[in-house]
């Protein structure tokens, strides 16, 4: 097994379909890389492009697991709150979620 996998805590998918990237999803993904670096997390959160998750027309989706859930309408500047409060402190950031996946 790759040595990074077993460090990772966090795996997060961007959308980068035409519509979404048409919305910025690569300065959001850009946005989260910057602040992970910040914060030394780089190393236990996985980010990956998709292709449409079938939500379109709701801005920038981030899908984070494993909790399963949907960010929506992200802008690069909503990206410190969700890394500080979600990722750092276990809140997630409830005005920002669509939607959560049923365990
Ligand atoms: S193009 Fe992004 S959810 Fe459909």
């Known amino acids: 097994m790759n040595m990074r996998l077993k460090t990772l805590k966090r795996h997060l998918f961007f959308c ?14 850009e946005a989260f890389k910057e602040e992970l670096v910040k914060h030394g997390l780089h190393k236990e ?9 079938g939500l379109c027309g709701n801005g920038v989706f981030v899908l984070v697991y494993p909790e399963g ?13 969700i890394v ?10 409830e005005e920002k979620v669509m939607m959560k996946l049923q365990a």
């Open 16 to 29: 980068c379909s035409t519509h979404c990237n048409n919305q910025d999803a690569e300065g959001v993904m």
């Open 45 to 53: 959160v996985k980010l990956n492009k998709t292709s449409c998750l």
């Open 69 to 81: 859930v949907w960010y929506y309408a992200l802008t690069p500047e909503d990206v410190p709150q």
């Open 84 to 93: 500080q409060e979600h990722f750092i402190d276990g809140d997630i950031v």
